[in-house]
């Protein structure tokens, strides 16, 4: 696929998400309305919208189908609300300590530190309640249209939310988060068995989520599923190893926000454990294996694999 065609195709698919996610975003209004606002403006400041894509390529790259969309949009626009909440909460003061993110001032430091937590807290929240409507759309209602009906997709639906639970907590992103927060007040050197678990579950695991639930909701195999997980873990390190590497050479006007905080808050890295050239053939070794794995399925999805290679290569 050509430059040009990969990135107009990019452009319409980012726009065809910011449409699903305004369907789910709550009104603002009654008591409650400023919670409501910081929520809303924290989906609204832009971003790759990844995940849901990645799900969405990849249910069709299992079979799924154009009309069975609308039961899979409540997961797209679920786990856009967990990714984003997970960014409210990491530019907090008591985090990262952030004021910008994507060219734009972040959350807490326009509604405040206190509005900002809840904001994140809404987000997570509302990411379920929205999840869950994929099973109000799965059956015809007894009027019996079958071309309407999808009643195979209940238990795809019940797994899928099982999936994104269990990658957004504990277990998942949140683990990661917490062996990240650990490792920044260590005197010792982080092991790269550490690190890994932490690029493994603070970024690979929605990745993993995104993938998984797209292959789920298409109905897709045990061993399908595997190579994807696969496929999303080497993503997601990668994806987690290219931002090291660009904290440390890329452009703050580029990235949207300031470079050098993991030196100035003394994060130690991959890039500090490793070196900026290993980190890149790291980078180039997960990414191949990405690929071929994908190249591995048996069908295609030119989009997809070149929307993979963009992000691990990433200059933003």
Same mark, same amino acid.
């Given at each position: 696929?050509?430059? +040009?065609?990969?990135?107009?195709?990019?452009?319409?698919?980012?726009?065809?998400?910011?449409?699903?996610?305004?369907?789910?975003?709550?009104?603002?209004?009654?008591?409650?309305?400023?919670? /409501?606002?910081?929520?809303?403006? +924290?989906?609204?400041?832009?971003?790759?919208?990844?995940?849901?894509?990645?799900?969405?390529? *990849?249910?069709?790259?299992?079979?799924? @189908?154009?009309?069975?969309?609308?039961?899979?949009? $409540?997961?797209? =626009?679920? /786990?856009?609300?967990?990714?984003?909440?997970?960014?409210?909460?990491?530019?907090? $003061?008591?985090?990262?300590?952030?004021?910008? @993110?994507?060219?734009?001032?972040?959350?807490?430091?326009?509604?405040?530190?206190?509005?900002?937590?809840?904001?994140?807290?809404?987000?997570?929240?509302?990411?379920?309640? *929205?999840?869950?409507? +994929?099973?109000?759309?799965?059956?015809?209602?007894?009027?019996?249209?079958?071309?309407?009906?999808?009643?195979?997709?209940?238990?795809?639906?019940?797994?899928?939310?099982?999936?994104?639970?269990?990658?957004?907590?504990?277990?998942?992103?949140?683990?990661?988060?917490? =062996?990240?927060?650990?490792?920044?007040?260590?005197?010792?050197?982080? *092991?790269?068995?550490?690190?890994?678990?932490?690029?493994?579950?603070?970024?690979?695991?929605?990745?993993?989520?995104?993938?998984?639930?797209?292959?789920?909701?298409?109905? !897709?195999?045990?061993?399908?599923?595997?190579?994807?997980?696969?496929?999303?873990?080497?993503?997601?390190? !990668?994806?987690?190893?290219?931002?090291? /590497?660009?904290?440390?050479?890329?452009? +703050?006007?580029?990235?949207?926000? $300031?470079?050098?905080?993991?030196?100035?808050?003394?994060?130690?890295?991959?890039?500090?454990?490793?070196?900026?050239?290993?980190?890149?053939?790291?980078?180039?070794?997960?990414?191949?294996?990405?690929?071929?794995?994908?190249?591995?399925?048996?069908?295609?999805?030119?989009?997809?694999?070149?929307?993979?290679?963009?992000? /691990?290569?990433?200059?933003?």
């Amino acid at each position: 696929m050509e430059n +040009s065609e990969f990135r107009s195709l990019l452009g319409n698919k980012t726009k065809e998400i910011d449409g699903i996610l305004e369907k789910f975003l709550p009104e603002e209004k009654g008591i409650q309305r400023t919670v /409501i606002e910081a929520m809303n403006y +924290s989906v609204r400041a832009g971003g790759k919208r990844l995940r849901p894509m990645l799900m969405w390529e *990849t249910f069709l790259l299992c079979g799924g @189908r154009e009309e069975e969309r609308r039961m899979v949009e $409540p997961f797209m =626009a679920a /786990i856009e609300m967990i990714h984003t909440y997970s960014l409210v909460h990491d530019d907090l $003061p008591a985090m990262d300590n952030d004021e910008y @993110r994507r060219g734009k001032k972040t959350t807490w430091a326009v509604y405040g530190e206190t509005m900002g937590i809840l904001a994140g807290d809404g987000l997570l929240n509302l990411a379920f309640e *929205t999840a869950a409507k +994929s099973f109000e759309l799965c059956g015809c209602g007894g009027n019996g249209d079958t071309e309407t009906c999808f009643p195979e997709h209940l238990p795809r639906a019940a797994r899928a939310l099982a999936v994104l639970a269990g990658k957004a907590g504990i277990y998942g992103m949140i683990g990661g988060q917490t =062996a990240d927060i650990e490792a920044e007040n260590c005197d010792t050197t982080v *092991t790269e068995e550490r690190l890994l678990f932490i690029h493994e579950h603070k970024t690979a695991a929605l990745i993993q989520a995104a993938m998984v639930i797209g292959a789920i909701l298409a109905g !897709a195999g045990e061993e399908v599923l595997g190579r994807l997980e696969k496929c999303a873990y080497d993503v997601g390190v !990668a994806f987690q190893i290219q931002d090291d /590497i660009l904290d440390v050479i890329g452009d +703050s006007s580029t990235l949207g926000k $300031p470079i050098g905080s993991d030196a100035l808050n003394g994060k130690q890295t991959y890039v500090t454990l490793k070196g900026l050239e290993q980190a890149g053939k790291d980078v180039e070794k997960l990414s191949g294996e990405a690929v071929g794995l994908l190249e591995s399925m048996g069908t295609d999805n030119v989009f997809l694999k070149q929307l993979i290679l963009e992000l /691990i290569h990433r200059q933003k």
